[in-house]
């Protein structure tokens, strides 16, 4: 071992370092100083034993109290303690990382499970306003779609698939729709121009084919008074009215009274049945009042047809107001309709106008800017909404602010400012620009007047 390489073996296992150790223990110090000297020859760059021979030399020659070195197998304390620092340090890092890495992984998984959602609903309800007739708000709904994956051709192209069914689908029925209003103008050839152009693949391809065939049999008053019987006889009032139509035109003199009353029993009938058959469909509820009002023109007097009238077109206007966003008309013209028939469209109404109430209530405060009467219809309108949800914190919370403004504005108007001050201060720490910056400054106001200003809500 002692004529091994200096690095085969460290330098405390080597037999010189042990002898070593072995003659200071026992106080031989001129031996000792004798064997380092060997001992750092085979290990030159050890500085450890450099340091261990100048102390021996010193205490041989200066005398004093014994040294005993530290083994050197175990290392300093100082560089252990460094060492294990630095190791606790490493692994918090370690753990904090991948820690970050594993939030980061989760958070991005829930936001892809929540696009994904939306995306399904999305289709949903895309499908839901298709087969309603609802082709506008369709195209709207698939707008907004598009917006949530813009940037993923597949996706798109999905996208303008279905804006091709859904385009094929309204010119079919925007094509009928004014084909059948030249028809009841009598414009016959107009109306063939159009009936022609709807394609086998459109949903009223067969009522347009008929149309067609009905409209050419028609040359004389009588032939035609023929066809209307038959057609009324049958139950196809659509093709009734048609022809009754053509027949006034052609000749207004003939069998008139007859052909009134047909005709007003034609569009009363035809009313009803597009009336009972809607089911919330606005489109057909439309046409229903679109029959009512051509059979109240003929008897103006029937107060059945009036009420059908009154209500279907108070249905239709409401919900073209919540389709352009205004919910709050929306329930204006609900809210009659449903007090009078609270089961209007098999509950369609009612299912609308819960949901309508929230949105309009929104939207009242949104548009306040401290109206006493908008924020009372407000409080109103989240009253009907709170009977339906009655959980919800965030309605629950709209009105209690609502509620304190108008305290608060009731106490400063009979010049009680620290009342209002406490009614107002609250609903600011949480919500500083509501009413639109009238809440602030309202109580700035009220703080500047009141002979003792709340500390908490009268910051400069």
């Known amino acids: 071992m002692e004529d091994s390489p200096n690095k085969a073996i460290p330098f405390e296992k080597h037999p010189l370092y042990q002898e070593a150790m072995e003659q200071i223990k026992a106080g031989d110090k001129q031996a000792a100083v004798a064997t380092l000297e060997r001992l750092c020859e085979r290990y030159p760059h050890e500085q450890f034993l450099q340091d261990l021979l100048v102390r021996i030399q010193l205490q041989t020659q200066l005398g004093g109290a014994d040294y005993i070195p530290v083994e ?3 290392g300093t304390p100082i560089l252990r303690t460094v060492v294990m620092v630095m190791l606790v340090i490493t692994t918090c890092l370690v753990v904090a990382v991948g820690a970050i890495g594993v939030a980061n992984a989760l958070r991005g998984d829930q936001e892809q499970e929540a696009l994904i959602r939306q995306i399904e ?12 007739g609802d082709y506008v708000g369709a195209l709207q709904k698939l707008d907004e779609q598009a917006g ?5 051709p597949a996706f798109q192209e999905e996208i303008q698939q ?16 004014e084909a059948f209003a030249r028809e009841k103008r009598v414009d016959v050839q107009g109306a063939l121009d159009l009936y022609i152009q709807i394609t086998p693949d459109c949903s009223k391809y067969d009522d347009a084919q008929a149309a067609i065939e009905r409209l050419k049999m028609l040359d004389t008053a009588e032939n035609g008074w023929t066809e209307a019987r038959s057609f009324f006889d049958a139950g196809d009032y659509r093709s009734a009215i048609t022809t009754l139509n053509w027949i006034r035109e052609r000749d207004s003199s003939f069998n008139r009274q007859q052909v009134e009353t047909m005709l007003f029993e034609a569009h009363r009938q035809l009313g009803f049945e597009l009336l009972n058959g809607a089911r919330g469909n606005v489109e057909a509820v439309e046409q229903a009042s679109i029959h009512f009002a051509d059979a109240l023109q003929l008897r103006p007097s029937d107060q059945e047809l009036a009420t059908e009238y009154r209500l279907a077109v108070g249905y239709v206007a409401g ?22 028939r609270s089961d209007y469209q098999s509950g369609a109404l009612r299912e609308k106008l819960d949901e309508s109430y929230p949105l309009a209530a929104k939207q009242l405060i949104a548009e306040a800017n401290g109206s006493v009467m908008r924020l009372t219809q407000a409080i109103d309108y989240l009253d009907q909404a709170l009977l339906r949800d009655p959980g919800n914190e965030e309605l629950q919370q709209e009105r209690s602010f609502a509620v304190e403004y108008l305290a608060g504005l009731e106490a400063y108007g009979q010049a009680d400012y620290a009342l209002a001050i406490s009614h ?9 620009d509501y009413q639109n910056g009238t809440l602030e400054e309202k109580l700035r106001e009220s703080c500047s007047l009141t002979a003792t200003p709340d500390e908490q809500y009268c910051t400069p």
């Open 148 to 152: 949530r994956r813009p940037d993923d």
């Open 319 to 340: 919900y073209k107001s919540y389709q352009s966003g205004d919910y709050v008309a929306a329930v204006v013209k609900w809210e009659p309709v449903h007090a009078e």
């Open 121 to 132: 609903d999305g289709w949903t309800e895309i499908e839901l306003l298709v087969k309603g």
């Open 162 to 177: 279905w804006r091709g069914e859904i385009d094929g689908l309204k010119w079919c029925a925007d094509t009928y729709n």
């Open 72 to 74: 050197h197998s175990q």
């Open 424 to 432: 107002w201060g609250p609903i600011f720490v949480v919500r500083p």
